[in-house]
């Protein structure tokens, strides 16, 4: 078990790199060389500092806005996306949809009448002490042959102590570069509208995954970012 513990997300990935060079192991997923540590635990004290803005990540802000705007319309159509990244395209089924929209699967579809996040809200608020607040994002109807868009994200679980608002995120594989840099603000902001609905105190965000890791042509990204020093980061 690896566990890294920061205020910030440029401190977190700072470490991380840092780690990820020392102790990654080689492998090669579908031919792809990539360095990987397995068992990973982050855990960001000060969810409001989710973005990554090293210069060395140099993350893309006007990809991650549209892409949270994205989540937050439910769309799984990829060419509301695809004009942002073209990544997504690689994703889509022959329909031209995707799975990955987190505000689809957390806001838009419905259990029982209602959403994941008003399951959550419910549970709390009938039960401060609850732990059934979870939103599945990795699902059974993923679980088809020729999917290329197999949900990364298994679940997030939102948990009261202490007055304040936990969130723990699960997942069974994480990119650490086009990854982690944009799927933690959107986790983190979910936190913070569930803290917000409640009238609760924000806590810290946790953040698991079974394989941590990084493809090779992001080497060199990892190797910088483990050089930044975080006392001369705005």
């Known amino acids: 078990m690896i566990y890294i513990k920061?205020?910030?997300?440029?401190?977190?990935?700072?470490?991380?790199?840092?780690?990820m060079l020392k102790k990654g192991n080689k492998i090669a997923p579908r031919n792809l060389s990539t360095l990987e540590l397995n068992d990973v635990w982050l855990e960001l004290k000060k969810p409001g500092k989710s973005i990554v803005t090293l210069q060395s990540r140099n993350a893309n802000m006007r990809y991650l806005k549209e892409e949270l705007k994205w989540y937050m319309s439910g769309s799984l159509d990829v060419k509301d996306i695809n004009k942002h990244s073209s990544f997504w395209t690689k994703l889509a089924d022959s329909n031209g949809t995707v799975n990955s929209n987190y505000g689809n699967i957390a806001f838009k579809s419905k259990y029982a009448g209602r959403s994941q996040y008003e399951w959550c809200l419910n549970s709390i608020k009938e039960d401060i002490d609850t732990r059934q607040a979870v939103i599945n994002y990795n699902q059974p109807k993923h679980k088809y042959k020729?999917?290329?868009?197999?949900?990364c994200t298994l679940a997030q679980h939102f948990i009261v102590r202490n007055g304040k608002l936990d969130s723990l995120v699960f997942m069974r594989s994480n990119d650490l570069i086009f990854g982690l840099t944009y799927d933690m603000p959107w986790f983190c902001l979910l936190q913070k509208k569930l803290a917000k609905d409640l009238r609760?105190?924000?806590g810290v965000y946790k953040h698991f995954a079974t394989s941590l890791h990084v493809y090779q042509k992001h080497f060199d990204i990892v190797k910088e970012m483990s050089l930044e020093d975080i006392n001369f980061i705005k």
């Open 6 to 19: 920061a205020d910030s997300a440029n401190e977190l990935f700072i470490e991380i790199s840092k780690v």
């Open 146 to 151: 020729g999917n290329k868009d197999f949900v």
């Open 200 to 202: 609760l105190s924000l």
